[in-house]
């Protein structure tokens, strides 16, 4: 049986370095061996960006440009807009009656998100459903593989209780789903105080330009306490060993400016200077290339529409299915 991989981002800002290395990258590799369907999720972004719709309309694009710039094959994946697909809407109708408040309440990856944004009985109950509208993204294409981050492992888990809800119920229709978590550890953000996020303004995005990159890299958490290029430093915890040790593949190298720091001698700007390098190698191509491709919007907006009506017609079929075995289909 052919293997099928749902996936998907919230178009809420461009993509960064901490996607590249977290889910991009994957995806590339993933598409060559799997049925890919790569979703724009912007109705689960409008869950609490309803009073900015503006923010997630323009992303949606800027993250189209991100997903082909690295390499995302529109010949190989499936790439769709979320809202296009309104089958979705109508199988998360279903889902919700399986699933109860207390369970979603106690979901983490529900109560950490909430926490992060300051929700607590204000949440909108859109957003405190999303995974129920996460399980109608997965199952509508009978995706049994999911590629995730730890964080979203909860949702996995509240997908196949409804899956397996429905199937008790209704008769065998969905297919149960796996996670594949992302091997590479998290990537920090530039100031080393958390992960890599729009929300704390300290990525790098792969449409910066050199002199932005140049900038976010000179101004990274290093040791505070290496003042003098004499000085022995720390490693640990030092984000340009951090970002070294993710993108530069020349691990001899790496292992060499370690052991140099540490024993002191090796200035910060020396060090900085080489992963600009580094970084600028792995960026500069992308960014070309994206580049070209925003010259003309139409065609990336035409990868989205055929990639959408794909999609759609996966989803509608899957759709059809659930309704007859619900019993919803009279006529
Ligand atoms: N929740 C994902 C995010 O945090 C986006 C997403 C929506 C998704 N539906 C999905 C991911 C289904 C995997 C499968 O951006």
Redesign the pocket.
């Known amino acids: 049986m052919s293997k099928i991989i749902?996936?998907?981002?919230?178009p809420t800002g461009a993509l960064h370095l901490g996607h590249f290395v977290g889910s991009l990258q994957n995806r590339v590799k993933l598409q060559h061996s799997y049925s890919q369907f790569v979703?724009i999720?912007d109705l689960?972004a409008l869950t609490d960006n309803a009073e900015n719709p503006d923010k997630v309309r323009n992303n949606v694009i800027e993250v189209a440009l991100d997903y082909l710039a690295v390499g995302i094959d529109p010949k190989l994946t499936t790439i769709f807009v979320q809202s296009k697909i309104t089958e979705l809407a109508e199988l998360t109708m279903y889902y919700l009656n399986l699933v109860t408040l207390a369970r979603l309440q106690r979901n983490p990856t529900v109560k950490s998100e909430m926490k992060q944004k300051g929700f607590s009985a204000d949440v909108p109950a859109g957003f405190l459903m999303y995974p129920v509208s996460?399980a109608a993204?997965?199952t509508a294409f009978k995706a049994d593989t999911?590629p995730?981050g730890e964080d979203?492992l909860p949702v996995i888990e509240q997908t196949n209780e409804i899956i397996r809800k429905f199937n008790s119920i209704y008769g065998n229709v969905l297919v149960e789903t796996n996670a594949l978590l992302s091997t590479t550890t998290r990537l920090p953000g530039l100031n080393g105080k958390a992960k890599m996020s729009k929300s704390l303004n300290n990525g790098i995005y792969l449409s910066d330009s050199v002199d932005i990159l140049k900038q976010k890299v000179m101004s990274m958490y290093t040791d505070p306490n290496h003042l003098k290029v004499s000085d022995p430093g720390q490693v640990k915890g030092n984000m340009v060993f951090t970002y070294l040790d993710a993108f530069d593949t020349n691990t001899n190298k790496v292992k060499e400016l370690k052991e140099h720091y540490t024993k002191g001698g090796l200035g910060d700007m020396v060090l900085k200077k080489h992963l600009l390098e580094v970084l600028d190698n792995v960026l500069s191509p992308i960014r070309t290339q994206r580049e070209y491709l925003s010259q003309n919007k139409e065609g990336v907006f035409e990868v989205l529409k055929s990639g959408s009506d794909k999609a759609k017609n996966v989803a509608s079929a899957t759709l059809n299915e659930v309704r007859r075995a619900i019993g919803v289909n009279y006529f």
């Open positions: 749902l996936t998907g981002d919230r979703m999720a689960q996460q993204d997965i999911v995730v979203q």
